[in-house]
Nanobody, 125 residues
Framework: VHLVESGGGSVQAGGSLRLSCAAS????????MGWFRQASGKEREGVAA???????RYLNSVKGRFTISKSNDKTTLYLQMNSLKPEDTAMYYC????????????????????WGQGTQVTVSS
């Protein structure tokens, strides 16, 4: 699976960004996909995940502000981020795995096998 993120940038607090992740490779390896982020000096954390049936899970701090979705052909993963806050500043990564969603979309980065290179999101106050 090859994953390439785009759409990051610098915005002011309250602004919006839409991240995209172009995915290729065997479709079954993309049954489970998610967005993760890692701020400077912090551990990587799960932001949102989605399974092949469209079920989603979100980090509590982004609920109501972020929306994860997939294109109809399932080759692109999106993360719509609204009402951005300075604490959302991080490198954002797209991840995929064939089996990680077996018990529902997970936010644990350790269960995902395939990763993109990341896109930086910076939110200024």
């Amino acid at each position: 699976v090859h994953l390439v993120e785009s759409g990051g940038g610098s915005v002011q607090a309250g602004g919006s960004l839409r991240l995209s992740c172009a995915a290729s490779g065997y479709p079954e390896n993309r049954n489970c996909m998610g967005w993760f982020r890692q701020a400077s000096g912090k551990e990587r954390e799960g932001v949102a995940a989605i399974d092949s049936d469209g079920r989603t899970r979100y980090l509590n701090s982004v609920k109501g502000r972020f929306t994860i979705s997939k294109s109809n052909d399932k080759t692109t993963l999106y993360l719509q981020m609204n009402s951005l806050k300075p604490e959302d500043t991080a490198m954002y990564y797209c991840a995929a795995d064939p089996l990680a969603c077996a018990f529902g979309p997970p936010l644990n980065p350790a269960v995902f096998d395939y990763w993109g290179q990341g896109t930086q999101v910076t939110v200024s106050s």
